[in-house]
């Protein structure tokens, strides 16, 4: 008898040890966070009318700016570069797009950028000129060049660096969020032509 007692103990002990390291791997991926990236060139029309347009760009070569389910934890900063070239004949403003996700709340993104000659992007007035061209939670990156001003004429390429930080400083209440943006482009209307 004491041998079976002994038997089934040591296979009780073995399937609540293998149960434990089973929740503990599932728990930890849980805790884990993903931000991801979709990559999309849309046109609202150049005139002001329905028909949406296309325009002719090149958006980081079609590759995603940030790889699918990269996986992100408080505390991580990521950054990515990325270029838009407007293979356009006409002048192009570029911005975010379908924000999305609960990450939105909790990171913290800085845009700046160089253009075709290597020269930094600057952005404000003369006297108050900044490389930064975007600094806050992503939840506000659809407000960047809401006015239209950062152009990118035609035939001209520009070069950006984008950086997500996950603040350490957020806690168990953004696990298992996401972050869903895309880059989009359109035409610059001219005062007085649309």
Not at 172 to 180: I, K, L, T
């Amino acid at each position: 008898m004491k041998n079976s007692t002994k038997k089934k103990l040591k296979i009780g002990a073995a399937v609540l040890s293998v149960a434990i390291v089973c929740f503990c791997a599932c728990s930890f991926a849980l805790s884990k966070t993903s931000l991801s990236s979709r990559l999309g060139i849309f046109g609202a029309g150049s005139s002001g009318d329905e028909t949406p347009s296309k325009v002719s760009v090149d958006i980081n070569g079609g590759k995603d700016i940030i790889e699918k389910d990269l996986v992100i934890n408080p505390g991580d900063t990521v950054t990515r570069t990325f270029y838009i070239e407007n293979t356009d004949s006409d002048n192009i403003y570029f911005g975010f797009t379908g924000i999305s996700g609960n990450l939105k709340d909790y990171l913290d993104v800085k845009l700046d950028g160089k253009d075709s000659e290597g020269e930094m992007i600057l952005v404000g007035e003369p006297e108050e000129e900044t490389e930064v061209l975007f600094e806050g939670k992503a939840s506000e990156l659809e407000s960047f060049n809401a006015d239209k001003s950062l152009i990118i004429p035609a035939g001209c390429r520009k070069d950006f660096t984008i950086t997500f930080v996950y603040p350490e400083s957020a806690g168990n209440g953004s696990s298992n969020s996401e972050f869903n943006f895309r880059v989009t482009c359109d035409y610059v209307v001219e005062r007085g032509n649309g």
